[in-house]
């Protein structure tokens, strides 16, 4: 079953989904500079972060309760609370801020699209730029990995990145130079990460053993990937109007059809199971398998 939440005015756009550690359910508005907030069993609140033009991208939650959200429109990163605080950070012109992820310490990390970097928040909320090397492409999601790195997409050049609290980089080219890897996700065991200029989704375990699944749609686009708790992934698919799940063999067991222009990007699990897909064309769908 599918239900639909309208969230803002029309155009809004849900982009990307967290669920803090009360069950509230936070979506960024990437086109009216918003946040809204759905608290359980509650109306959509929206968050305003004062600029309509901020581009609110993705959003990451610290084990204090905080949520983070990338402004790739104006150079900020925000904290929000649900009593309505909010703490913005300056960034550098030009940086570009866009995945963003907390290591179990509460730092906050995130990539830096315009600079080719990725960036760290320590929990004084200084902020710090580690570039990559020449020509590593476009960093897109970023997450905690299994092994306590942060794990993250080159758009650009078709690899994985992962990043060490030191600062530490190490590149993990893919074998498809086309693929344009975005999503990213981790379980207790891998990697999981969307191929979504192959239509294809990636398993990689920290050391290195990568498994790769064609979807059955090709030209779906795949965007973005939770892992689903039983050893498989939740992915969205952009261009084909789904949602899927893969098991751990990358069998396809379920597929959720949206409506024709409904463009799904971010997801989560809710503390219930159900599966929560924003759709840019203005709704938070609410999966129940």
Do not use: K
């Not at 904290?79 to 907390?102: F, K, M, N, Q, W």
């Amino acid at each position: 079953m599918i239900t639909r939440t309208p969230l803002g005015s029309a155009g809004a756009g849900p982009y990307a989904i967290a669920v803090d550690g009360g069950g509230d359910v936070w979506v960024t508005l990437v086109h009216s500079g918003r946040v809204a907030r759905i608290p359980a069993g509650g109306e959509p609140e929206p968050h305003d972060l004062g600029n309509a033009c901020a581009r609110p991208s993705q959003l990451a939650v610290t084990p204090d309760g905080g949520v983070w959200v990338t402004r790739n429109g104006d150079d900020r990163i925000d904290r929000l609370t649900a009593e309505g605080d909010r703490h913005s950070v300056p960034l550098p012109a030009g940086t570009g801020p866009y995945g963003i992820a907390a290591d179990p310490g509460g730092t906050v990390w995130f990539t830096a699209i315009g600079a080719t970097a990725i960036g760290r928040l320590d929990t004084g909320g200084s902020a710090s730029l580690i570039p990559l090397p020449p020509d590593s492409g476009m960093p897109a999601m970023i997450t905690t990995g299994p092994d306590g790195g942060l794990w993250f997409t080159l758009n650009g050049t078709a690899a994985l990145g992962r990043i060490d609290p030191t600062g530490t980089v190490a590149l993990h080219p893919l074998p498809d130079p086309g693929c344009g890897p975005v999503g990213i996700t981790a379980d207790a065991h891998a990697l999981w990460f969307v191929e979504i200029g192959a239509g294809r989704i990636g398993r990689m375990t920290p050391d290195g053993d990568l498994r790769e699944f064609d979807l059955p749609d090709r030209e779906s686009r795949p965007h973005a990937v939770v892992p689903d708790g039983a050893g498989g992934c939740w992915v969205t698919l952009w261009a084909g109007n789904a949602l899927v799940r893969l098991d751990a063999r990358g069998a396809v067991p379920e597929r959720y059809e949206f409506a024709e222009g409904d463009e799904p990007h971010g997801l989560a699990v809710a503390p219930d199971g159900a599966v929560l897909v924003a759709l840019e064309s203005g709704y938070l769908a609410t999966v129940s398998p």
